[in-house]
């Protein structure tokens, strides 16, 4: 019965944390830009996050080992130096991006600037991290987050076409504007294959105490929340390109996107995109400061852990503190929220290769992982879409933002 709970918790907080700004920007952007020709990329980056995720979970469960540990005991403080500085900079940018997100859903109900609301939005990230628990931010936090199923809820009031849907399904490549279309698709894949979500999972396990006892639930959270998850992504995309894409409109700012709830749902609609955008942005941007305290701190053997106290791990809090403070000046200056995020997501894709190649090695270490290294499976979906990827950024970020 408790695995029952703790599967079905799990699933819970899953759902409701797996929207955040890059999904609900790309999402949207997508939907309105190229209607349903783009699901094929969030299926495509659904599949290799469950495997990246439920991997992650893997290796901290029967190491005992969090990710960034991992790689740094395995291959050397040298080389783990090259992931580490690729991420802390991903994840800046990222962390800016949710900062904005909850900003904007800020402006759209009172009509204040979003760059007032930076600071006390970041004070508010950290006071929740200094005084909260791991427990509290995983579960509290991203149960809120299920006002996100909002999206799921539109799509069926729209009755979209079904036939038209599963054609979405097939990749295809947009004659129109194929550089932006392919510059969407990565910033999709990158918003999808975030590293911070399995750094984070990984070092979650290890605050958790798991053990070989929890690798059944790891693979029914992963494989279910992380499955279910994706359907609002997919209801957002969908959403968008049944009420926005007929009217022309693509969307360029969060104002545009916020019309998408309202042909569904009315004034609701609007106020509960607000909700989704701030609460999901929310949520995301406490594991993102999160994330980089972990594994700065794992890197250097400091003491760590969100359930201590701050004077028992005060340089693990220290990073997190400065951290969110440098990410919330990007909002203060007036730097566009979906711009940067959209931006923030393709170089995600960038940096895949350097973070994932050393993950598969561990994934498959016997020393590390012993019976239960990775299949053939799992190995070919992680490589094959991560080598999509990249190859994917470097041909579009180019053409977007020097050639276009």
């Known amino acids: 019965m408790k695995k029952i709970w703790e599967i079905a918790l799990g699933i819970i907080t899953s759902i409701g944390g797996f929207l955040d700004v890059g999904a609900i920007a790309t999402a949207a952007e997508a939907g309105s830009t190229y209607g349903f020709q783009l ?113 799921v809820y539109a799509t069926f009031k729209l009755y979209p076409s079904l036939t038209e849907i599963g054609r979405g399904f097939l990749p295809t490549i947009s004659r129109e504007d194929t550089p932006h279309y392919l510059f969407i698709a990565v910033s999709i894949l990158g918003a999808l294959i975030s590293p911070y979500l399995f750094y984070f999972y990984s070092s979650g396990a290890v605050e958790d105490k798991w053990d070989e006892g929890n690798i059944g639930v790891n693979r029914a959270v992963a494989g279910l929340g992380m499955g279910f998850g994706s359907i609002v992504s997919l209801g957002v995309l969908i959403v968008a390109a049944l009420t926005l894409n007929p009217k022309g409109i693509q969307v360029d700012s969060y104002e545009q996107a916020a019309l998408m709830l309202t042909e569904p749902l009315g004034y609701w609609g609007f106020i509960l995109f607000a909700a989704s955008l701030g609460i999901a942005c929310f949520g995301a941007a406490l594991e993102v400061t999160l994330d980089t305290a972990y594994i700065v701190a794992q890197a250097f053997g400091w003491n760590w852990g969100e359930n201590l106290k701050p004077k028992d791990a005060a340089r693990f809090s220290l990073v997190y503190t400065v951290f969110v403070f440098l990410a919330s000046l990007l909002m203060v200056f007036g730097i566009d929220p979906l711009q940067l995020t959209l931006f923030s997501m393709a170089i995600t894709a960038v940096i895949l290769p350097p973070v994932i190649v050393p993950f598969l090695v561990l994934m498959n270490d016997k020393l590390y992982v012993g019976k239960y290294r990775n299949g053939w499976i799992s190995n070919s979906v992680v490589i094959f879409t991560i080598a999509l990827a990249f190859v994917m950024a470097i041909v579009a970020i180019p053409l977007e933002f020097i050639g276009g």
């Open 39 to 151: 699901i094929w990329v969030i299926i495509l980056g659904t599949i290799c996050v469950i495997s990246l995720v439920e991997m992650s979970g893997r290796l901290a469960a029967v190491s005992k080992h969090t990710l960034a540990a991992a790689v740094r005991e395995r291959f050397g403080f040298n080389f783990y130096v090259i992931p580490l500085f690729a991420e802390i900079i991903v994840d800046f940018l990222v962390l800016a991006a949710e900062i904005g997100g909850v900003c904007i859903a800020l402006q759209l109900v009172t009509g204040i600037s979003f760059q007032w609301f930076a600071l006390p939005v970041a004070f508010a990230i950290w006071l929740l991290l200094w005084k909260g628990t791991f427990g509290l931010i995983e579960n509290g936090i991203s149960a809120l987050g299920l006002v996100t199923l909002v999206f």
